[in-house]
Structures are given as structure tokens and as C-alpha cells.
């Protein structure tokens, strides 16, 4: 526990935060830079995405609230105030998606997963700092989710909406994603985002709209034969890929148990462990290779997809922790601190800073993929390392 404990503290606190704070701040037009190449390039002209500057407010403003350093501080302040500034849409409510480099607004649909970021943000923001203004946007986010993307009907929520809150018909989160109404991950992130709100804010429809996310998880979401999430449905819940995401799989594990365990119910809390650890030794079982790394996923005719993205191998750490917290089964933890060392060996590029974003199953990068862009931020691996401290310390 000590070993891994240092391991990630230092990598957390010399390597990750600094990366960011020294190559990613944009002093000239404000906020943070868009993107750098995975030859290491920065490009100062990339748009800035709702998705990065929302994961470097959490991840900074989580940073403080644990190790209380200014400079962490001072990096979520930047943040908050370029948020505020360029992302919020003041007219129509909600943020963004995108912009360009010098702020101006280039997509301006409301993606619920990038709410639900910001809510995941602005709470652990007004945790460091009690701004009020903080609590009150996502507040507001809360709102609109609810009134605009909930589903009344059918339950769950919908996925995309234009500038004026009226349903998209291209819903995908990326070019990656199908084009269904309602999908796993935007769900997962809701469900991450409401659980950090209602650690700082007691209200009674946000814990019932939290219990019915939990449950939609566990009713609709994951496959109680397989232990594996379902990833795409449309609106009546009709299943529409057979996609395993191991990586989703094992975040999901842990997020899940966090949400229950801030509403306090004991009977949700007790199944919900019990799901949690039948879920990550599924995992273990189905996803590990050889080398401790997590493969990336498999499709519905059992193609396997042997790529070790950086994000899953964060998760998977946090993961195997949680199910030694749950179980006291060392064997957890020990499987823990083998995939933190393959990261170390394979992810991490000792070289340049930060992680791949990918590696070949033989462990050799993509030199094709961003370093830090839109979907490459700091949020994976340093959150990975504050569990680590948190759970560890």
C-alpha cells in the first residue's frame, strides 16, 4: 500500500499537475491551450472543448481540496473564470461545446455529457472555495438536465440538444459513438456529476434523481448475466450495440458505490458492493492481458480489442482498490499496484511527461494520438492518483 501510495504521489504531484500547469496554460488569449500532438507539438490555434477545461477545473480544484496547494488553486481559479467567461451561455443557460482559440463560441449545442462535467467541476470547486457563484451555476445546470434532457416517459436521459435546447438529431458524443438517444456513458457522468453535487448541496430532488440514476444502472444499464454495462440504447431502452467497454466497466464499479454511499441508504449500499465486486472480478477475469494492462473492448462478434488506452488502466488501479476496501482481499490490491506498474513501464512517457493515449498490445505507442486534447485531460490518471491518496493515504 506504501509503495503505491508513493508511486502515485509523485507521479501526481512532479509529473501530471505540473505537466499541465507549464505547457497547457494559454497566457496569451486566456484559459488553456487546445491540444498537443502525440509528437509532443503544441498547437496554440486548436479550439478549446467544453470537455478539457471542465476536466482541468475538476482535476486542480480536486488537487487543492486534498494536497492544499495554491498553485493548484490558482490553475482551478483560471479555470472557473474562463468557464464563466466563454463557455457559459448566458442567453439559452448551459455550457457550450466548443470554441475556438480566442474563445469565441464555434459549437454551441448542449451536450449533456458536457454538463454534467461542468456540475462534476463547479462542485469540486466551490468545495475549495466556497464561491457561491459556483454553487449556484451548477445549480442551474442541475435544472436544465432535469427539464431538458430527462425523460419523463421512458426514464433516463437524452443525449444532445442545439443551442436552444431542442433534441438533436446527431447525437454522438464523438465519431466513435453510435447515434442513439441514450447511451452508458453520458449516464455514467450524470451519475458522477449529481454524487459530487450532493456532497455539498442537500436537496431532496437531487438525492431522488441520484437513487433513480443507481437504479437505472443497475435495472437498465448493466447486464446482470454478463456483469458487463450495456453501451447504446434508443429511447425506450431497446439495446442497440453488444459492446463490452472494459474500461467503463470497472469506472463504473467504483462511481456507482461512491453514489450510493453519499445517499447513505444501507440496502443500497450493500447491493451495490456486492455488484461492485462481482463486476471488477469479472473484469480481471475477461480484461486483463497478460502484462497486467486492460484491453481497450470487445465488439458483439467477440473481436477483441487488444489496445491499452491510458484511461482504462487509470480506472482499472482505482477499481481494484475499491474491491480490496470492500472485500480485504489483498489479491485486489496486489492486482492494483501490477497494472499501476504497467503504466509505469508502458503509459507513462518517461521521457516527454504525461501518458500515451494508447499502446499496441506489445506496449509500443501511437504516435498519432493527442497528448492533451478534448479527450485527452489530466482527469483520468490524476484522479486516479487522488484515489490512490485518498484511499491509501
Known amino acids: 500500500m506504501e509503495n503505491l501510495l508513493n508511486k502515485a504521489k509523485t507521479e501526481l504531484i512532479e509529473k501530471i499537475l505540473p505537466y499541465w500547469m ?27 472543448a467544453a470537455i478539457l477545461n471542465t476536466r482541468i477545473l475538476w482535476t486542480f480544484s480536486e488537487a487543492y481540496n486534498i494536497l492544499e496547494d495554491e498553485a493548484y488553486l490558482a490553475t482551478a481559479q483560471r479555470a472557473y473564470d474562463y468557464l464563466l467567461k466563454h463557455f457559459v451561455d448566458s442567453t439559452n443557460g448551459g455550457i457550450f461545446w466548443s470554441l475556438d482559440y480566442l474563445g469565441n463560441s464555434i459549437d454551441s449545442k448542449k451536450q449533456i455529457y458536457a454538463q454534467a462535467f461542468a456540475i462534476y467541476a463547479l462542485s469540486a ?20 438536465i432535469e427539464k431538458y434532457s430527462f425523460d419523463p416517459i421512458q426514464n433516463g436521459y437524452l443525449e444532445a440538444f442545439d443551442n436552444e435546447w431542442n433534441l438533436l438529431e446527431d447525437l454522438r458524443l464523438s465519431d466513435k459513438d453510435a447515434n442513439e438517444k441514450k447511451t452508458m456513458n453520458t449516464h455514467l457522468h450524470i451519475l458522477e456529476a449529481y454524487t459530487t453535487l450532493n456532497k455539498i448541496w442537500e436537496d431532496s430532488n437531487l438525492k431522488i434523481k441520484l437513487e433513480n440514476l443507481i437504479e437505472l444502472f443497475l435495472n437498465k444499464i448493466l447486464d446482470q448475466k454478463s456483469m458487463h454495462f450495456n453501451l447504446f440504447f434508443d429511447e425506450f431502452w431497446n439495446l442497440k450495440s453488444e459492446t463490452i ?54 465488439d458483439g462478434n467477440d473481436h477483441l480489442d487488444t489496445d491499452k488506452h491510458w484511461w482504462p488502466q487509470a480506472e482499472a488501479v482505482v477499481g481494484y482498490i475499491n474491491a480490496f476496501q470492500v472485500s480485504k482481499d489483498e489479491s485486489y490490491l ?30 509500443k505507442p501511437y504516435s ?15 484522479r486516479a492518483c487522488l484515489e490512490i491518496i485518498k484511499r491509501l493515504g
Open 22 to 48: 507549464d505547457n497547457m496554460t494559454d497566457f496569451e488569449n486566456g484559459g488553456f491551450y487546445g491540444r498537443i500532438t502525440g509528437e509532443n507539438e503544441l498547437i496554440k490555434e486548436a479550439p478549446k
Open 368 to 382: 498519432d494520438e493527442d497528448k492533451a486534447g478534448p479527450w485527452k485531460c489530466p482527469y483520468h490518471n490524476g
Open 245 to 298: 467497454s472494459y474500461g467503463h466497466d470497472i469506472e463504473g464499479s467504483w462511481l456507482i458505490q461512491e453514489a450510493a454511499e453519499s445517499l447513505g441508504n444501507p440496502q443500497i449500499k450493500s447491493k451495490v458492493k456486492t455488484i461492485a465486486l462481482k463486476m471488477t472480478e469479472v473484469n480481471m477475469e475477461e480484461g486483463l492481458d497478460y502484462d497486467h494492462g486492460l484491453f481497450n473492448e470487445k
Open 125 to 144: 470547486y466551490y468545495k475549495a472555495t466556497q464561491e457561491e457563484e459556483a454553487l449556484l451555476l451548477a445549480q442551474e445546470l442541475f435544472g436544465l
Open 334 to 363: 496486489s492486482q492494483a499496484s501490477q497494472t499501476w506498474d504497467f503504466i509505469a513501464s508502458k503509459i507513462i512517457d518517461q521521457k516527454n511527461g504525461e501518458w500515451y493515449f494508447r499502446v499496441n498490445k506489445e506496449g
